[in-house]
């Protein structure tokens, strides 16, 4: 199993750019999350999902943008990127309820 | 509002035992969870407390003491390659995903 992958690993945007986190699982988890971790900072959630098609918000959702059509799957977009989401993005699965997260290894996104 | 608080840095020599603190304050309690990461790499999951008391993972424990809302884990024979940060994380609500802390740099000297 590769367990979450995640692409790119490393992107440069422009303000005001738009563009799409992949991230897979080929666990057949059920719970899907998206978080964003700024440099010396913990893991905030953005949003998560419950299963195909269920989608619900985090902590900071706002400038993102997810969707669940498959239960591999769970990409979240940037719309108009701003110099505040720069950070790095770690996408997770885990099998039912949150006890144990699987995170993938992270995309670093610079945004200038 | 929720909370976690621990603290940044912890340094310690290679054999020794660290103690890694964590308080919270949430709207509701489901479990505290403990995650290593290095070098800003993939978090991996390393323990998880429901009930109070201690949980053992070989050379790793976790205690969890729900009615001062406070936990810790434990890390015993220190080696170098524990240098990593430390999270821990709280599930306030059922369905719903975890709460992180800031993380706690552990730095571990021959």
């Known amino acids: 199993n590769a367990g979450v992958t995640q692409t790119p690993k490393f992107r440069i945007l422009k303000i005001g750019q738009s563009m799409t986190l992949q991230c897979t699982q080929d666990m057949n988890h059920n719970y899907m999350y998206w978080y964003r971790q700024d440099p010396g900072m913990g893991l905030k959630l953005i949003y998560y999902s419950v299963g195909a098609g269920i989608t619900d918000k985090g902590e900071v959702p706002n400038g993102y943008n997810v969707s669940r059509s498959t239960t591999e799957d769970f990409p979240l977009r940037l719309e108009l990127a701003a110099p505040s989401q720069t950070s790095v993005y770690f996408c997770?699965?885990?099998?039912?309820?949150?006890?144990?997260?699987?995170f993938g290894p992270g995309t670093r996104l610079t945004v200038t | 509002g929720q909370s976690l608080e621990q603290p940044s840095e912890v340094t310690a020599v290679e054999g020794a035992i660290v103690q890694i603190n964590c308080t919270y304050q949430t709207s509701g309690f489901y479990g505290l969870s403990w995650y290593q990461q290095h070098d800003g790499g993939a978090p991996t999951f390393l323990s998880y407390?429901?009930?109070?008391g201690l949980e053992e993972t070989g050379r790793f424990s976790s205690f969890l003491s729900r009615s001062d809302s406070y936990g810790y884990l434990l890390l015993q024979e220190l080696q170098m390659k524990d240098s990593a940060s430390y999270f821990c994380?709280?599930?306030?609500?059922?369905?719903?995903?975890?709460?992180f802390g800031k993380g706690t740099t552990l730095s571990v000297s021959s």
């Open positions: 994380a709280v599930r306030s609500k059922a369905g719903t995903a975890l709460i």
């Open positions: 997770a699965s885990s099998r039912t309820g949150e006890i144990e997260q699987y």
């Open positions: 407390n429901a009930l109070d």
